[in-house]
């Protein structure tokens, strides 16, 4: 089972930008599809961007197009979430979390980190 810790969460203003780090320890990294999830207080947790185990295919959510950046660097187990032009909206505990294939459907990822908080005040 690959196991996962996010960081780089924090509190910024609307407009900021922040880069979540996911550090993966675990040998079926490198073959992995690999997301980013976030939940607000209240809500269910919702996909926000995912990426295939090479790095060749991504896919983003509406929500985030254009603002939000996903990437990976499999020689330091390690995934990556640039995050730009932040709104209130975008608060949230994001995770990262392992699929065996690209997908946008919670159910499909089977492993995944403890989260980290992102505040954006307006």
């Known amino acids: 089972q690959v196991q996962l810790v996010e960081s780089g969460g924090g509190l910024v203003q609307t407009g900021g930008s922040l880069r979540l780090s996911c550090a993966a320890s675990?040998?079926?990294?490198?073959?992995?599809?690999m997301g980013w999830f976030r939940q607000a207080p209240g809500k269910e947790r919702e996909f926000v961007a995912a990426?295939?185990?090479?790095?060749?295919?991504?896919y983003v959510a509406d929500s985030v197009m254009g603002r939000f950046t996903i990437s990976r660097a499999n020689a330091q187990n390690t995934l990556y979430l640039q995050m730009n032009s932040l709104k209130p909206e975008d608060t949230a505990v994001y995770y990262c979390?392992?699929?065996?294939?690209?997908?946008?459907?919670?159910?499909?990822?089977?492993?995944w980190g403890q989260g980290t908080q992102v505040t954006v005040s307006s």
């Open positions: 979390a392992r699929s065996s294939r690209l997908t946008t459907a919670t159910r499909e990822y089977d492993s």
């Open positions: 990426i295939s185990w090479n790095g060749d295919r991504k």
């Open positions: 675990g040998r079926t990294f490198a073959s992995s599809t």
